[in-house]
């Protein structure tokens, strides 16, 4: 990877000489300086990305044994009355505080959805493994469209009235949004100086899986985290009953027909036009990673002989 990538690869701090192992569930055993040994916890820290493959890396988490926090929202943490925790909002030392909770609690994994956490404070953080995964801007849009409809989290049949619907995160430049650390602002407000940010974040992750990309998902996601692969539920938009029987109970029938059928709502050529032109700094991100084969420095292609 080139030099433009990897700031941190130049200058690592001694106390982060274990991010670049393939680290197993919980504990796991890293070299000091001073050539101690010393039992580790590890907490997998997952930037969910919403129809990036993101529900079955959660599930193939639990299907690998780690633990998640006692009470969870598809791994992210809940408070007791299973109101959603904001660990997005934290501060640098909130953040290590939260940590320290996981790490008092066992909890190995954490998926945060609905929000952008402090990625710097994580980074700096040795017991944080950062992952997150992305997929091509126009298709996760579409997957997230027909996903939303057939759910019943949309009304809109047509993408230009999904666009105008209220969404819990907002659908223009969304990796910008989540990478920058702006999901709330203006899309006027957006621009090249957001992009560097989110790319400057994305430098900060141990392992950046692209859908995409040859051998990401297939085999590097569980190298790089000592996972097996397992046969997970992986939350795709066609195919499950409750959702089927979800939309005969709201006698929504024509849409459970063409659910059936597997049929994706119609999408105009303007309307992609239109998309590309709201999310051009999506689509330059994402372009961006592909080519500076951005994988973050604990990806099996990073990693050093033997490491």
């Avoid at 200058?11 to 670049?20: A, F, G, L």
């Avoid at 650390?181 to 994305?202: R, V």
């Avoid at 539920?233 to 006698?251: C, E």
Wanted: net charge negative; hydrophobic share 35%; with cysteine.
């Amino acid at each position: 990877m080139g030099s433009s990538c990897s700031p941190r690869q130049h200058h690592e701090p001694e106390s982060h000489i274990c991010r670049n192992l393939p680290l197993h569930n919980k504990i796991v055993k890293y070299s000091l300086p001073h050539d101690k040994t010393r039992r580790m916890y590890r907490l997998v820290w997952f930037q969910h990305v919403h129809k990036a493959a993101g529900s079955t890396i959660v599930n193939q988490a639990v299907a690998n044994g780690e633990t998640l926090f006692p009470i969870h929202e598809n791994g992210n943490p809940c408070t007791e009355d299973g109101e959603l925790i904001p660990i997005w909002d934290f501060d640098e030392e909130g953040v290590g505080d939260f940590v320290d909770e996981c790490e008092t609690r066992g909890v190995s994994f954490v998926a945060t959805e609905w929000g952008a956490p402090n990625y710097s404070a994580l980074c700096d953080d040795p017991r944080v493994f950062l992952v997150t995964c992305i997929r091509e801007p126009w298709s996760r849009l579409i997957s997230n469209f027909n996903y939303d409809y057939y759910l019943g989290y949309a009304d809109s049949s047509t993408l230009t009235g999904y666009f105008n619907e209220e969404h819990r995160i907002k659908m223009d430049n969304l990796l910008i949004r989540i990478f920058a650390n702006k999901l709330g602002a203006n899309k006027d407000s957006l621009g090249h100086g957001e992009l560097a940010d989110a790319l400057d974040n994305l430098l900060l992750f141990d392992l950046v899986i692209v859908t995409d990309r040859d051998g990401d998902l297939g085999m590097h996601l569980f190298e790089a985290l000592g996972w097996e692969k397992k046969n997970v539920d992986s939350h795709s938009t066609f195919g499950n009953l409750w959702t089927l029987a979800r939309l005969l109970r709201r006698l929504r029938l024509f849409s459970a027909i063409k659910y059936l059928l597997k049929m994706k709502l119609p999408v105009s050529e303007e309307e992609r036009a239109l998309f590309e032109v709201h999310s051009n700094l999506d689509m330059e991100l994402y372009h961006r990673v592909c080519e500076d084969e951005i994988r973050g420095r604990g990806h099996p292609l990073e990693r050093g002989p033997g490491e």
